[in-house]
């Protein structure tokens, strides 16, 4: 009997029947991330470490028709190639993987272990890494891969004790650009999320109600964003609706910032996009919309501001510039 999914797929939607693969896939943004593709269609493996019920309870609400979950340890390799094979099994295919599994040890170098440092680039580091290799023979033309990364690797203000934690997630900012690049001739498109302070319960773990407060007041908007803000943008980089445009692209959804680091395909100059966007009003989908018509026509920076006050920005001629361009951005533009 072909079961009964609670979602509501979007019509002609690029993601509608494609095969998404995330890791951590029943928490937090992994979560928002399998259920906004599944609205738009997609069939979704559901990676998950050991909490049965809550992978259960997604399945049921995408949809057993449409989704299955496998148990796998994110960060080993065994369990990596398990966790493709049944996804292939089931569905034939990979279309997309989102190697969202991860874990935030808060150490600073005097208090980690060594078993700490493993521990923290087994899943953060090498489970995103071999998992994209051993999807990659089941991937065609037209592939996605989303990364994620974390706002946190260009604060300024990040404390010491998130530094294990910023070095993962420097070594995915890396893994992202030259993963473009290789797999670029291939047709698959690598891209990678990098969220603020966003409300899951990673994110809560250890903070206390006055270092909250501290966070939100840093926001324009006085809150923490939400997984679903971050599923859009992911879901958006997962689908082929402007397909070869966008690639070795990292978003960086912090406060009210977009930023965009890279190039487009098979034109790997530095050219570098620097939008002052708001988009935690529920708004990201017209920004999205927004930020692809602004790459299409190849302007090289732009602020927001100048948007609403009528102006469209500047209009570069070429990529001169982009070294200086990719430096503001990528070292973190002041004010």
């Known amino acids: 009997m072909a079961s009964t999914s609670t979602t509501s797929p979007t019509p002609n939607s690029s993601l509608n029947g494609k095969v998404v693969l995330i ?37 049921s609400l995408i949809g057993s028709d449409n989704s299955i979950s496998v148990r796998a340890d994110a960060g080993s390799v065994p369990e990596l190639e398990r966790l493709v094979a049944a996804a292939v099994e089931r569905f034939g295919r990979i ?37 994209v290799q051993k999807a990659l023979p089941h991937m065609a033309p037209g592939g996605r891969i989303v990364l994620v990364s974390s706002g946190l690797t260009r604060s300024t203000s990040v404390a010491p004790p998130y530094l294990l934690y910023n070095a993962t997630k420097g070594a995915i ?18 891209n990678a999320i990098a969220p603020g302070p966003t409300a899951t319960e990673l994110f809560f773990q250890g903070k206390s109600e006055q270092v909250l407060g501290a966070i939100k007041a840093s926001s324009p908007f006085g809150r923490i964003g939400d997984p679903e803000e971050i599923a859009g943008v992911a879901a958006f980089l997962a689908s082929d609706d402007k397909p070869g445009l966008w690639t070795v692209q990292e978003l960086a959804l912090s406060k009210s910032a977009i930023l965009l680091c890279g190039g487009k395909t098979g034109a790997f100059h530095n050219l570098t996009v620097v939008i002052d966007a708001l988009v935690r009003r529920g708004q990201a989908a017209e920004e999205i919309d927004f930020i692809t018509s602004f790459l299409a026509a190849e302007f090289h920076e732009f602020n927001m501001r100048n948007f609403l006050d009528g102006g469209f920005g500047t209009r570069g001629e070429g990529a001169d510039d982009s070294e200086r361009y990719e430096e503001f951005v990528c070292d973190g533009p002041e004010g």
Request: proline share 3%; no cysteine; net charge neutral.
């Open 23 to 59: 890791t951590g896939a029943t928490k937090g943004i992994g979560r928002a991330i399998a259920l906004r593709v599944a609205s738009a269609g997609a069939k979704v493996v559901v990676n998950y470490a050991s909490d049965a019920a809550a992978a259960d309870e997604l399945v």
């Open 95 to 131: 279309d997309v993987v989102i190697p969202n599994a991860g874990i935030m040890p808060m150490r600073t170098v005097e208090n980690t272990t060594e078993e700490d440092f493993d521990r923290a680039f087994n899943l953060n580091v090498k489970g995103p890494y071999f998992l």
């Open 173 to 190: 900012e890396q893994m992202t650009r030259l993963l473009a690049k290789g797999l670029g001739a291939k047709g698959i498109v690598v």
